[in-house]
Each structure stands twice: as structure tokens, then as C-alpha cells.
């Protein structure tokens, strides 16, 4: 069984979820972090964040879609129990569950920060950071039920730029009730350091 065929463990939510509500700019604040404060929106653009480079492309392109739309972004991400890893590669020591979610929502904190510096137009764009147990693309499939736009990443953490698409961006593709845009990174430069073929190992595919 693959981590996209294990159902969210919704059994968990009240101690293994958590959701913070700021504006982008607030990531450079050393304010915590806050719910909404009773804002309701009627359009909302939900995108995967799993800190890759193809996700941090899928949020800048979720933050100006929302930006033109006046709509708010829902940045989710999606983790596996301490326990599905260690039944998998034999680990003993586990963090628990609440540092799991704590290290999710700091890699989606980055990675919005990293855009919004990049792009401060962004900054006032409300964003709601969602960090819940399960499959991602389950979690991204039910966070997006009414939404106005799914935005996922070309590839995630651990895929090759020159592979097909991800198996998260493909499941969501098929499966979505919602309009679906797959943000492929941007092209880099012609002199940007390149990995020579050889160098992969042909266990590698």
C-alpha cells in the first residue's frame, strides 16, 4: 500500500490537525499565529505545500490567482503518522505527533515566506496554513470540495523535473470536483548546474 492509497486518519484531527489564519505578510512578524478573525471568504484557492520547489511554485501561483480574484489561499499539507514510518523503515525513535505538525506548518511558514519576499504585492493576500493527517492527495481532495481552484505542484519533495507528473498532481487531476492547475517550476537559466547522467545511479528510475 502506497501513503496516496492510505485514507486520512480522521479519527485523529482534534490533536493531530492544526490551522493557522494571517495574512501573507505576517510571516515576517514575530507575532504567532492566529485564526481568522471571523473573516469569511467567498472564494477560495486551496494549494499543496510540501516545501519542494515545484510546491513553493504552486503557492506563488495560488497567492496571485487569489490576489486577482480578491479570494483567500488555504495552504495544506499533509503528513503520515510517526507509526506508518516506523512500520515502514524500521525506525525506533518518533517524534510525536505535535512536532509532526509543528515542522509541517514551518515548511508551509517558509515557503510562503520565501514567495511574498519575492513578490510583495502578495503580502496583504489572507492565507490559512492547514496541517492534517493522511495521504496528501486525499487531504488536498477533501480540503478542495469547495473550493474555486486546486493548485498543486508539478512534482513534489523527491521527484525528477524531467519525470511525468507526480503521482499527487495526477491523483488530483482525475479524481478533483474543482478546476485543477499543475504549476511546473520555472525553466532554469542555460547556466544553471546541471547533473550529469552518468552520475545517477541505474537503481534510480
Not at 505578510?25 to 477560495?44: I, K, L, N, P
Not at 506508518?84 to 515542522?103: C, N, Q
Not at 515566506?113 to 492547514?130: E, F, H, K, R, S
Not at 486525499?138 to 507526480?166: I, M, T, Y
Request: hydrophobic share 45%; glycine share 8%.
Amino acid at each position: 500500500m502506497t501513503p496516496d492509497d492510505r485514507p486520512a486518519d480522521k479519527g485523529r484531527l482534534p490533536c493531530a490537525a492544526r490551522r493557522t489564519g494571517c495574512l501573507a505578510s505576517d510571516v515576517f512578524a514575530e507575532a504567532t499565529s492566529h485564526e481568522s478573525e471571523g473573516v469569511m471568504f467567498s472564494t477560495t484557492v486551496v494549494v499543496g505545500v510540501d516545501g519542494s520547489p515545484d510546491s513553493r511554485e504552486a503557492l506563488r501561483f495560488a497567492l496571485e490567482d487569489a490576489h486577482r480574484r480578491g479570494a483567500q489561499v488555504k495552504a495544506v499539507t499533509a503528513y503520515l503518522s510517526p507509526e506508518y514510518w516506523a512500520a515502514s523503515y524500521g525506525l525506533s525513535a518518533l517524534p510525536t505527533i505535535e512536532e509532526v505538525v509543528e515542522d509541517n506548518v514551518i515548511v508551509a511558514r517558509e515557503a510562503l515566506q520565501t514567495v511574498v519576499a519575492g513578490a510583495p504585492a502578495l503580502a496583504d493576500v489572507p492565507v490559512d496554513i492547514v496541517a492534517l493527517p493522511g495521504a496528501p492527495a486525499k487531504v488536498l481532495l477533501e480540503q478542495a470540495q469547495d473550493a474555486e481552484l486546486l493548485v498543486v505542484g508539478h512534482r513534489g519533495r523527491g521527484g525528477f523535473r524531467s519525470a511525468v507528473l507526480g503521482s499527487v498532481g495526477m491523483h488530483c487531476v482525475l479524481h478533483a470536483t474543482v478546476p485543477v492547475t499543475v504549476v511546473r517550476p520555472q525553466q532554469e537559466p542555460a547556466d544553471a548546474p546541471r547533473v550529469d547522467a552518468a552520475s545517477v545511479p541505474a537503481s534510480v528510475s
